[in-house]
């Protein structure tokens, strides 16, 4: 009868622990389900952030080079006369324009000259009395058209139309380029998105309807008609929910769309769950494994010790967690001996896990990295961060400490190294498009007088005389117009701060781009009573974008002219140095002070010279950051030099085997 008893109690217990562990495991489950769904969510929304920044970047590039063409088509206007005599008075125009087509009509519209064939605009010039109703109708004296700053690439011709005293003088703009009109909008970046092979469908609609959708896209749900969409549309906050799309399951994110132009409104992004579905058969597996285990351990426990079993079965699970966490997991007991130290610890810390359990905590940690021995001495936890040196270099942690019941502590370090990277990465991305909206607004305020300027100085030049200080004048007209090409020159560097920067690398001979920047550099230098010695001791083969490499190394060597007096001396040597390629710039001119070291290759910052903007230089920077190199700056009492690396280089014959 006892044993019965005893049978039925360990069968009550069996099945009343194996419910709870079950219930447990369906939390468990729940739990994972979330967190994995959480987890695509935020993967997939940092995706979408980052193409939409690129659209934004994209979509200023269009509206500046909007602002350029109708900058332009206003600065031509100078070379226009009052009256057009001959077909040669409208060729001159294109030349000194340099516009593609400029026609010369009668008062009714009909041509009666032009610089070209135009077959391009053939159909524009048929109806062109329509197409510029308030020039021929005497309403207004010039005309833009074509120019759109919303819609930067849609519309017809873009160009200018000005009533002369014998007619009208049309001047076409140069079109966008194959490029701007197929590769840089923002469709094509959206589209880029959608080219993943995770992506199932893209798109973007508002109330009117669908704006973009990638071909997959049949059928979908309208924006009125769906209380998810408009929750996203209203509100403006992204959410996520799983749907059904071609008999597929899919993970579908929306997310609020900033208008860019037409593109406006709530994106959807449908993500394959193949590999969520196989991840959480995966992990719903090893649960089963594991209910098993825990299962036969019960049976075990009861049998031979209960309890001293459940103990066990919990410690191994706590230490498997610990093992695997992201994150470095160090505890101490009462006595401050390390109790527990997990494998991220040790491979964060560089310390070996077998020889620090059970020492002293401040023997191994002696700076008391982790705040354990404050913890203990106080009794509260703390959260801090930190910046310590690990096998990784200089790496940032997270840390959280706490006190044990036991009298110990514990402490959680994790590493968010690579979170602060990105939010920095971002940032920059942020100030470069800012310093695209100020480069617009340069270019629109400055050019146009400064064109005037220009024009003046060049015809005071070529048409006026005075009668006595002949000499004074041409020296005041030649400084006049040297100023007016260093302020131009300001104004495309602002400019070219807003270009996309991308490199597009190819593998090629360096030496002639090497020599061109050495006798380009040997002019200049020269020019300037300086003395110029080159070293090239490099002449094999590397992975560069042409014209983005001479443009560092111009202007690499620019400075190093501008910062020399006459007299010193300027060396420009290429070598091969421990795997890289190191072109070095180096001149005798004053040592760039403590102050602005600490600063170059940041916009704004020059290396000291007078005059100096900084572009040129962050420009170099940055070219070399997108060649995956570096400049390396060195000053000296005796001089400064400049050294941009490139890295892996490669021979010739080493490619072409590989």
């Given at each position: 009868?006892?044993?019965?008893?005893?049978?039925?109690?360990?069968?009550?217990?069996?099945?009343?622990?194996?419910?709870?562990?079950?219930?447990?495991?369906?939390?468990?489950?729940?739990?994972?389900?979330?967190?994995?769904?959480?987890?695509?969510?935020?993967?997939?929304?940092?995706?979408?952030?980052?193409?939409?920044?690129?659209?934004?970047?994209?979509?200023?590039?269009?509206?500046?080079?909007?602002?350029?063409?109708?900058?332009?088509?206003?600065?031509?206007?100078?070379?226009?006369?009052?009256?057009?005599?001959?077909?040669?008075?409208?060729?001159?125009?294109?030349?000194?324009?340099?516009?593609?087509?400029?026609?010369?009509?009668?008062?009714?519209?009909?041509?009666?000259?032009?610089?070209?064939?135009?077959?391009?605009?053939?159909?524009?010039?048929?109806?062109?009395?329509?197409?510029?109703?308030?020039?021929?109708?005497?309403?207004?004296?010039?005309?833009?058209?074509?120019?759109?700053?919303?819609?930067?690439?849609?519309?017809?011709?873009?160009?200018?139309?000005?009533?002369?005293?014998?007619?009208?003088?049309?001047?076409?703009?140069?079109?966008?380029?194959?490029?701007?009109?197929?590769?840089?909008?923002?469709?094509?970046?959206?589209?880029r998105l959608g080219e993943n092979p995770e992506v199932r469908y893209l798109a973007l609609q508002d109330e009117t309807g669908f704006i973009f959708a990638t071909k997959s896209?049949?059928?979908?749900?309208?924006?009125?008609?769906?209380?998810?969409?408009?929750?996203?549309?209203?509100?403006?906050?992204?959410?996520?929910?799983?749907?059904?799309?071609?008999?597929?399951?899919?993970?579908?994110?929306?997310?609020?769309?900033?208008?860019?132009?037409?593109?406006?409104?709530?994106?959807?992004?449908?993500?394959?769950?193949?590999?969520?579905?196989?991840?959480?058969?995966?992990?719903?597996?090893?649960?089963?494994?594991?209910?098993?285990?825990?299962?036969?351990?019960?049976?075990?426990?009861?049998?031979?010790?209960?309890?001293?079993?459940?103990?066990?079965?919990?410690?191994?699970?706590?230490?498997?967690?610990?093992?695997?966490?992201?994150?470095?997991?160090?505890?101490?007991?009462?006595?401050?001996?390390?109790?527990?130290?997990?494998?991220?610890?040790?491979?964060?810390?560089?310390?070996?896990?077998?020889?620090?359990?059970?020492?002293?905590?401040?023997?191994?940690?002696?700076?008391?990295?982790?705040?354990?021995?404050?913890?203990?001495?106080?009794?509260?936890?703390?959260?801090?961060?930190?910046?310590?040196?690990?096998?990784?270099?200089?790496?940032?942690?997270?840390?959280?400490?706490?006190?044990?019941?036991?009298?110990?502590?514990?402490?959680?370090?994790?590493?968010?190294?690579?979170?602060?990277?990105?939010?920095?990465?971002?940032?920059?991305?942020?100030?470069?498009?800012?310093?695209?909206?100020?480069?617009?607004?340069?270019?629109?305020?400055?050019?146009?007088?400064?064109?005037?300027?220009?024009?003046?100085?060049?015809?005071?030049?070529?048409?006026?005389?005075?009668?006595?200080?002949?000499?004074?004048?041409?020296?005041?007209?030649?400084?006049?117009?040297?100023?007016?090409?260093?302020?131009?020159?300001?104004?495309?560097?602002?400019?070219?701060?807003?270009?996309?920067?991308?490199?597009?690398?190819?593998?090629?001979?360096?030496?002639?781009?090497?020599?061109?920047?050495?006798?380009?550099?040997?002019?200049?230098?020269?020019?300037?009573?300086?003395?110029?010695?080159?070293?090239?001791?490099?002449?094999?083969?590397?992975?560069?974008?042409?014209?983005?490499?001479?443009?560092?190394?111009?202007?690499?060597?620019?400075?190093?002219?501008?910062?020399?007096?006459?007299?010193?001396?300027?060396?420009?040597?290429?070598?091969?140095?421990?795997?890289?390629?190191?072109?070095?710039?180096?001149?005798?001119?004053?040592?760039?002070?403590?102050?602005?070291?600490?600063?170059?290759?940041?916009?704004?910052?020059?290396?000291?010279?007078?005059?100096?903007?900084?572009?040129?230089?962050?420009?170099?920077?940055?070219?070399?950051?997108?060649?995956?190199?570096?400049?390396?700056?060195?000053?000296?009492?005796?001089?400064?030099?400049?050294?941009?690396?490139?890295?892996?280089?490669?021979?010739?014959?080493?490619?072409?085997?590989?």
């Open positions: 009868m006892k044993i019965q008893t005893r049978g039925n109690r360990l069968i009550l217990i069996l099945l009343a622990i194996l419910l709870v562990v079950i219930a447990v495991e369906w939390y468990a489950l729940r739990a994972a389900r979330r967190a994995f769904s959480e987890l695509k969510f935020r993967s997939g929304l940092s995706a979408a952030e980052v193409m939409i920044e690129a659209c934004r970047t994209v979509y200023g590039f269009q509206v500046l080079r909007e602002f350029e063409r109708e900058s332009r088509l206003v600065s031509a206007l100078a070379f226009v006369p009052d009256t057009i005599r001959t077909g040669r008075d409208v060729e001159r125009i294109e030349r000194s324009a340099q516009v593609p087509l400029v026609v010369f009509t009668d008062f009714e519209g009909n041509i009666v000259h032009r610089s070209a064939s135009g077959g391009e605009f053939y159909s524009w010039l048929v109806d062109i009395r329509a197409n510029l109703p308030d020039i021929y109708d005497n309403f207004a004296q010039t005309q833009l058209f074509g120019i759109d700053l919303e819609l930067p690439l849609e519309g017809g011709p873009k160009g200018i139309a000005v009533r002369v005293e014998n007619g009208v003088v049309i001047l076409f703009a140069p079109e966008p380029t194959l490029h701007e009109r197929e590769e840089l909008t923002v469709g094509r970046m959206i589209g896209v049949q059928r979908m749900s309208s924006l009125s008609a769906d209380d998810f969409l408009l929750d996203v549309h209203e509100t403006g906050a992204p959410n996520y929910r799983y749907a059904e799309f071609s008999g597929e399951r899919v993970f579908e994110m929306a997310l609020s769309f900033p208008q860019m132009g037409r593109y406006r409104g709530v994106l959807r992004i449908g993500l394959s769950t193949a590999d969520y579905d196989r991840l959480f058969r995966g992990y719903v597996l090893q649960i089963g494994v594991i209910l098993l285990l825990v299962i036969f351990a019960v049976v075990g426990a009861l049998m031979v010790s209960y309890r001293a079993r459940r103990l066990s079965a919990q410690v191994r699970l706590s230490d498997a967690v610990v093992s695997e966490m992201n994150a470095a997991c160090v505890a101490v007991n009462s006595s401050g001996n390390i109790s527990l130290l997990n494998p991220m610890s040790a491979m964060l810390f560089g310390i070996s896990q077998k020889e620090a359990i059970g020492r002293s905590y401040s023997s191994v940690f002696p700076s008391d990295e982790l705040g354990l021995e404050r913890v203990i001495a106080t009794g509260q936890g703390m959260s801090a961060r930190i910046e310590v040196e690990t096998k990784k270099g200089a790496r940032i942690l997270d840390v959280s400490a706490g006190k044990l019941s036991d009298g110990g502590a514990f402490a959680v370090a994790e590493d968010v190294t690579d979170i602060i990277e990105l939010k920095r990465e971002a940032a920059s991305l942020e100030h470069l498009r800012a310093l695209g909206e100020l480069a617009a607004g340069v270019a629109h305020e400055i050019r146009n007088p400064l064109n005037a300027i220009g024009i003046v100085a060049q015809r005071l030049s070529g048409e006026f005389r005075p009668t006595e200080g002949e000499e004074e004048y041409s020296d005041m007209l030649k400084n006049l117009r040297a100023e007016i090409s260093r302020l131009d020159n300001i104004v495309r560097e602002f400019i070219g701060l807003s270009a996309p920067m991308a490199p597009e690398l190819s593998f090629a001979p360096l030496e002639p781009l090497i020599r061109e920047i050495e006798r380009a550099g040997r002019l200049r230098a020269e020019g300037s009573g300086i003395e110029f010695e080159s070293q090239i001791e490099f002449e094999g083969k590397a992975e560069f974008d042409e014209n983005q490499l001479k443009k560092a190394l111009f202007n690499l060597l620019k400075n190093a002219v501008e910062a020399t007096p006459s007299g010193g001396k300027i060396v420009f040597s290429v070598r091969e140095q421990n795997g890289e390629i190191h072109i070095s710039v180096w001149d005798s001119g004053a040592p760039v002070p403590d102050k602005i070291m600490k600063k170059l290759g940041k916009p704004f910052v020059s290396a000291g010279k007078e005059g100096g903007t900084g572009i040129g230089l962050f420009v170099a920077f940055r070219i070399a950051k997108d060649h995956r190199g570096r400049i390396d700056v060195e000053t000296t009492e005796e001089g400064t030099s400049f050294t941009l690396v490139l890295p892996e280089i490669k021979s010739s014959r080493g490619r072409n085997e590989s």
